[in-house]
């Protein structure tokens, strides 16, 4: 456990990826109410949930890599 001082420099060098699951799991379920409320337009069911759950996850984890990869560069270029 960092000492007492270090403390606020330890919480400054995780804070960038302290979001990044939350993101993904709002990007998940946002794309998988779009696709049950497209089912229920269309009339599809449950095509076009699956299909929102995939491109949720295809483009959560996306942007999820995204930005771990900068903030990773982020923390090489303070070292």
Known sequence: ?????????????VA???GLGTQLAVTVVLF???GVWLDGEWDT???MTIAGALVGAG???YNFI?????AGK???KDA
């Open 66 to 70: 995204r930005a771990a990869l900068a």
């Open 45 to 47: 069911n449950p095509w």
């Open 74 to 76: 982020d923390d090489r």
């Open 16 to 18: 960038p990826y302290l």
């Open 1 to 13: 456990m960092p000492a007492r001082e270090d403390r606020p420099n330890a919480w400054r060098s």
């Open 59 to 61: 483009a959560g984890m």
């Open 32 to 34: 998988v109410l779009l």
